[in-house]
């Protein structure tokens, strides 16, 4: 019998994140981020970039710790809803079917997944359109935020992911690889980006980072000002920088509740037909930072548990390289 | 009998030029633009962009006037160049089969037609490959033009090409319509930008301009510079300004044949499958150049002549709704 | 007898004008532009940018019609407003002493004369500060325009202008000049920029513009996007662009009652005492716009008059050179 | 007996550094920064930024090991030269005139001493002019340096410092102090600027870096950038970042002999008379980098020793403050 086909999954859509203080939250991503609020209610924020046309990208719901309750991929057909529901199903892997209205707020007819990495991840086809802000300059403020752009998920076998998302269709824009080649990290991409997911090597299934594109660079100095202006620089982690994988402009920033969020501009078109992994060596000390900078470690060693289909915290597996890879140094796997 | 199916168009691949000085020429568009020059010999000059990784975007060839020799786009598989074929061939076009080695240096098999606006346009899978510039910021100057964007196209029956680009499978981006929607320019993608190609009103088929993207809008501040700084500001033709329409920032220059060119950052992701038009009036006067400027005329009136499959000049036909537009001024209707 | 030794002049500090509706002048220069209200009361509006530790650099008082009431520099000392009063007393010009608390919200002991060019300028010494805003980019929107840069003068006598500001002891940093050295407009410094005040050729005395600068050239596109999304773009005359004379990037906006302000950013050190002037020719079509733009009419025709002691409107000189100087063209004097 | 006046300085002016190898000098600084090549022959480098209008603000000549040979002031007039030479024998300090043509090329009359904190400092008036680049952006390249800013030196007597520099008629923009206003750091300026000179804590005498303005921050990213592309990562110490003191953008490199030099841009106008000094304390982690980022050691650490008159390195004593002030940490005196 042969395997379903995957769905035609078009894009990274939303994340939706479990955070302790909404009104908190709110001031961070709303009132200094800038991005605008589409919905809110006691429990749930919807938020979207200037140039998101869909309902939101970002979704925050109130619980008791901080976590990654699910993302979602939008998917090109509604029928591609049911050929990811089989594609998962076939895999034995955990799977529940959301109707519109049952799920969350602005999405329609959607099935919820446990993947092989053990995430949560919803598709869906069908989501509220939401007014056109592309032009709103006088909406604008704090990073300006554009669209979401990625996932960054930290797991312990990078080519175990590198291998399932590629059964759902992904190419592979960039790499970082040990002398023989072994995985270290991989991003991975439907949209016409370097990324529409990346695996980080780490102790996982767990949530590094959501990245949202800005326009240019000057916003990433901006909003990082901003956070000195109000005393707030402890929300600053890392940057801003270049990376060397992708080539964008990127800077770090930690939410109230730890989340971690990547402000990031200037990647690089990947739809011909034949594009080409690009390599890093895990020696070489451009690959994170372009510049040459070290990563500090919280970046390499924080981030958030994900929930199953029932909301309890997965279990967490350490990374299995760890202990061969102790000269690797930056990439957390030393 | 049913109409062949569309080829699997990728994205606008490169236009190639015929210009009258060809060391001119290569000052203005390698030296002073900063395009890369990927191969040259006496008669022609491949050229590409910072984030090209296939052989040119860009091709000039020398000969007695400026004229545009033809448009090429890239299609998916080997095998829709045949589609290519067959769906002009269906629609009693021009056709003409280009070997690998018989046509533009560095593309592979391809097929040639004159479409039903008029203008030659080549399809073609096969493309060599380049060398990585992406990262080579000590390569970089001039405009830093990471790679083309779009074609513009003069035609003087806007609907008609609308038609048949969306036969070809594109959508449409944006249009600006008359207050009845009668239609007098529409921006239509493949790839997941605002455009591979738009259309402007006037005498047709005709070049208006080539469009390369930057990463960010201090590049358009700077290439302006240089050219005043070389006393050479008489090939800035207008901006930088924001259109209205793909709220990229803009600069249109002429080289010294005068083919315009746009540097071009900024617009906005179209990759949903539900993407929507998004319409302007003609009598907004932001349509154009967001910030209310006028648009000077010869960027209106002035374009260059394309050539059939033999290399002769195609017949211009004036625009039909000239007389009757006449109050709506700026889009050149008037 | 000796003339009376000139004040010294530390720089161009506030220009107070007359509008016709404050509400909608808090709107323009606060709401939109970004300008911080120090001070405000049913017919005073006190602004100040982000960088200045002083009280204000603009003030908008009600009147019947748009107007500038006058213009203001700091001096070094106290007894540099008598030295002032007595530099202009000496030259027959009308004097008037004010009194810390009679003039202008937190100045202190001022003199107001009308110039020998016919305008109302203040000097003073004492003013209130200000809360640093300096690195309050929590508070940064609009043009976050820094700080006062320059006023900007009609004035039919540029030769004269040039002489009394000479006089003043200040410096010229540029000029544009006809072929027979014949002088079309200057710009002149106290402080270590390109001006303080510059003359513009024409019918005066009337303000053609004060100007404000902002860090960097971002800004510029910013407030003209913010003007296009309020769908307020007519406030926009000219620009953005970059200056021949004094190299800078400049947008030139009108506000609700027709006052002109120019945004202005990088220009460049004059502080060495051997500074020579640098001087354009008038045929030079870079000297008002490097990138070799038309200047449009209305920036070259419109300006505000200026009021005398008393408040009464100042009587206006056509300009001299207008007839002879036909051919010149964009520099308003033709 | 009063003390002899103190000269009127104008600016910091030029900083002469010993390199090892005049070649690789040249690259790093000329090649890769972008500076201008004013003058050169086998043993010296006269080097200028774009703005400046004078010889050279930044001389390199070959010597056994990196040092400072000297830094230098330009004053007013040429008297300033010699009240500059009475100004120092009146307090005992070593002193040595240098007519023209004796001393660094381009430089007229001079006279070098040891100031009281140890360091060669050279006045001057007189200097040759330059060519002017202010819009020569075909010539720009690399970081684009405008002109020198500032130097900043390692001194273990901060206070005595200050108290030297107050003497010369030296303004102090901003300082770093203790909870009992203790002084760790000062930034002070003849021209209009935070600083000519700054002083950081630590063994001393010794040169901490020279600082060059560009006008924007995207020169920071891109000559850092240039590093990355050219494997010289290396080279980039710290930054970009915003610092709290000045409110400058930053990027610290070290040039192939250790030299360091910061690429600075946007600071504010320190003119008024009455210009206030603003304090940080120690305590706040946003004083040296407004976003929070640790200081790395070798900034703190490292420094370049400084030559006498005779050209023999001057000894250097400990910082004073080390032990008491262990709790201090990041700025170097704990």
Redesign the interface.
């Known amino acids: 019998m042969t395997a379903p086909p995957a769905p035609d999954v078009?894009?990274s859509a939303y994340a939706q994140l479990v955070v302790t203080d909404l009104a908190r939250a709110r001031w961070f991503w709303a009132d200094v981020l800038g991005l605008h609020v589409q919905y809110e209610d006691a429990h749930v924020l919807c938020l979207r970039g200037t140039?998101e046309?869909?309902h939101h990208s970002l979704v925050l719901r109130t619980g008791d710790r901080a976590a990654l309750d699910h993302l979602a991929y939008?998917v090109?057909?509604p029928s591609d809803v049911d050929r990811a529901e089989e594609f998962f199903r076939a895999r034995g892997r955990p799977v529940r079917r959301v109707p519109a209205g049952d799920g969350t707020h602005g999405v329609g007819d959607a099935v919820r997944v446990v993947d092989p990495l053990g995430f949560p991840v919803e598709f869906f086809?069908g989501i509220a359109?939401a007014e056109?802000h592309?032009?709103?300059?006088?909406?604008r403020?704090g990073a300006e935020m554009?669209?979401l752009d990625h996932f960054n998920l930290c797991t312990p076998d990078i080519p175990a992911a590198y291998v399932h998302y590629t059964s759902l269709g992904f190419g592979c824009s960039e790499t970082i690889e040990g002398d023989e080649h072994e995985l270290y990290a991989a991003w991975m991409y439907r949209?016409?980006t370097v990324h529409d997911v990346a695996f980080t090597g780490g102790a996982g299934p767990r949530l590094h980072h959501v990245g949202f594109a800005t326009?240019?660079?000057?916003q990433l100095?901006?909003i990082?000002?901003?956070?000195?202006?109000?005393?707030k620089?402890?929300h600053?982690e890392r940057g801003?920088g270049?990376h060397?994988v992708s080539?964008a402009?990127y800077l770090y920033l930690r939410d109230p509740d730890g989340h971690r969020v990547e402000i990031y501009t200037?990647d690089?078109?990947t739809?011909?037909?034949d594009?080409?992994t690009?390599r890093w060596n895990v020696h070489d000390?451009?690959r994170r930072d372009?510049?040459?900078?070290a990563v500090i470690d919280s970046w390499y060693k924080e981030a958030v548990p994900v929930l199953d289909l029932d909301g309890v915290p997965q279990p967490i597996t350490e990374a299995v390289l760890d202990e061969s890879a102790a000269r690797v140094g930056a990439d957390g796997l030393g």
Chains 1, 2, 3, 4 share one sequence.
Do not use: M
């Not at 592309?134 to 909406?139: A, C, E, F, N, S």
């Not at 901003?226 to 005393?231: C, K, N, P, Q, R």
């Open positions: 078009v894009r140039d046309l869909t939008r090109r057909t086809h359109r056109r592309i032009q709103r300059y006088d909406l403020h554009a669209r949209k016409q326009h240019e660079s000057p100095l901006r990082a000002d901003i956070l000195g202006s109000l005393h620089e402890g600053i801003p270049r060397g080539n402009c200037s690089y078109y739809g011909d037909p594009h080409e690009y000390d451009r372009f510049w040459g900078h």
